[in-house]
């Protein structure tokens, strides 16, 4: 390749991030994206856990009330914390793997998830809206709780 040609070839550059150096829109930002639609949400089964409080005998009942995200229920930031939490409830062994029935304490994965969540908690402060705050702190305190209880020796709590 010539110097000319190497001169015609070149990499654009485009800057699409929304917010200028002080924080305001800027002008020629791209349009936001579009937020998800509850249709567009993937089906999750419900796992029986903490909170779960209906009648367990009647299944397709159970079915029916516990439908999921596309039964207007979409994954938004709480339901994805509740899960992070579910899975450290799990390795605390207070709820049973699902794909095994099992209760089964693993505290070194259990410190893990509630690290992860830590980290989670730090790099969203300021921009969660004050109900996810207040849900986010309530399930980081109760999980660090549960886990020094647990670590200490004491009993679980039911």
Request: with cysteine; aromatic share 4%; proline share 9%.
């Amino acid at each position: 390749m010539s110097q000319d040609e190497e001169k015609q070839v070149g990499v654009k550059v485009v800057d699409r991030r929304r917010l200028d150096d002080e924080g305001g829109e800027r002008p020629d930002a791209p349009p936001a994206p579009a937020p998800a639609t509850a249709s567009a949400a993937v089906e999750t089964p419900h796992v029986h856990g903490p909170g779960c409080n209906h009648d367990h005998d009647n299944d397709s009942e159970h079915d029916h009330e516990h439908a999921g995200p596309a039964a207007g229920f979409p994954i938004d930031f709480a339901t994805f914390i509740q899960s992070l939490a579910q899975q450290a409830l799990m390795h605390l062994g207070l709820i049973p793997y699902p794909d095994t029935g099992e209760h089964m304490r693993e505290l070194p994965l259990a410190r893990q998830t509630i690290d992860i969540l830590q980290v989670l908690h730090d790099k969203t402060k300021g921009n969660l809206t004050s109900d996810e705050k207040q849900l986010f702190d309530a399930i980081l305190h109760d999980l660090r709780l549960v886990y020094v209880q647990i670590a200490e020796g004491k009993p679980a709590p039911k």
